[in-house]
């Protein structure tokens, strides 16, 4: 369940964004999760929601961005978008696997990543 | 008439006197084209009134709102869009690297086991620490949600042990590792040997700070390990192929799991091994430069 840390860490940034803009209500957190991050964005959701009970990020609506990830082959160099992956995907290997020459021998370039990217927040 | 009614009414009319605010505008505009100033200067005033009629009819309708279900719209001038681009996952990664600059700094190095629970990482460890115990000074961290098993188990071969107690957390992160370090005594080790939480997802996520990174998979988990979790095996250095004492009874071949990890991972070292009969533990050795 490191959803339950990763929502912490996500409430822990809200928070003080909105204190140090003077907010008195989130509404919003626009977030970028990379494809390759592991993160279930169900119970990231569900986890925010406990978590933000009782502060001002309470009822706040979670929306998400989806990074794609991107890889490197080193088998026959291709640099660029990796396969898209099933969602929640049980085939992880095709979310690495080089879409030119279908080698697994590649590096991953981005898509791994969890992005807190903005907030939408009423002015007290 | 219901205050619902009312509303109802008034938001029709704000709607129009909206729409006629627009149309003054336009005609100023027409009126200003032909030449007209004055003309499109008392246009331009009527539509500003309008404008604010309009306004003033919402604000009364807002008032009438009904129960305290309704969610009364904030208006755009209040609402505030910030900007954060904070990564989470890279405030880890950075402390990661404070801890592997800090453990440089001692001249400790680290090495970091991740595996299923049971695959065999905490016997792995205690093998290799009756190994090495006369040639280095070893400590050993353990990661577990609740028990102290493991870290009882490694610190009756008389190595300095710390207890890392994630409670709910699947994984070890390199905050929690780095409050280990602060237990340990750096200058009374140069090998720290760090086990995982007992799973091959969640650790992919959260690089600690150690040199060199260890999967370890049995052949009682069957012959898909590898293939289903690519990513921490990219990571890897070594890939440790344990139990081989049991392939086959298990009917798991170590050698097509040793080409997953090849294929996922080219640089990987491969290392077969058995805890119970001590085969491979000696390569393990040399693949880790120890």
Known sequence: MHEFSV???????VLRAAHEHGAKRVLEVTLEVGELSFLSLEQLEFSFKVLSEGTIAEGAELKFEVRRASIRCLRCGYEGEASAPEPESHLLPL?????????????????????VRSIRAERS | MSA???????????????????????????????GAAGASQKLELAAELMDRAAEAIRSACMSLSE?????????SHEI??????E????????????NRRLLDERGVYVVE???SIGSGKTSLIEALVEKLKERYRIGYVAGDLT??????????????????????????????????????????????????????????????????KVVVVSVTEGEHMVRKHPIIFKEADVAVINKVDLAEEMGVSPSSLERDAKELNPRIKVVKTSVKTGDGIDELVEALGL
């Open chain 2, 147 to 212: 028990t102290t098993i493991d870290a009882d188990r490694v610190g009756r071969h008389g190595v300095p042990v710390v207890q890392l107690n994630t409670g709910r957390e699947c994984h070890l992160d390199a905050n929690l590792f780095r409050k280990a370090l602060y237990q340990l005594d750096l200058n009374g080790i140069d090998l720290l040997l760090v086990e995982n939480v007992g799973n091959l997802i969640c650790p992919a996520d959260f690089p600690l700070g150690s040199h060199r």
């Open chain 2, 4 to 34: 619902g009614r009312l509303r109802k009414a008034l938001e029709h009319y704000y709607e129009h006197t909206a729409e006629h605010a627009e149309k003054l505008r336009e005609y100023a505009e027409m009126a200003r084209g032909e």
């Open chain 1, 95 to 115: 979310a690495v696997q080089c879409p030119a020459c279908s080698s697994l021998e590649t590096v991953i370039l981005d898509g791994r990543g969890c992005v």
């Open chain 1, 7 to 13: 929502a912490q860490a996500i409430l822990d940034v």
């Open chain 2, 80 to 85: 505030l869009d910030i900007e954060v681009e």
């Open chain 2, 87 to 98: 990564s989470l996952l890279e405030v880890n990664r950075r402390i990661a690297e404070e």
């Open chain 2, 67 to 75: 129960g305290p279900s309704r969610v009364i719209e904030a208006e």
């Open chain 2, 113 to 115: 086991f991740m595996g």
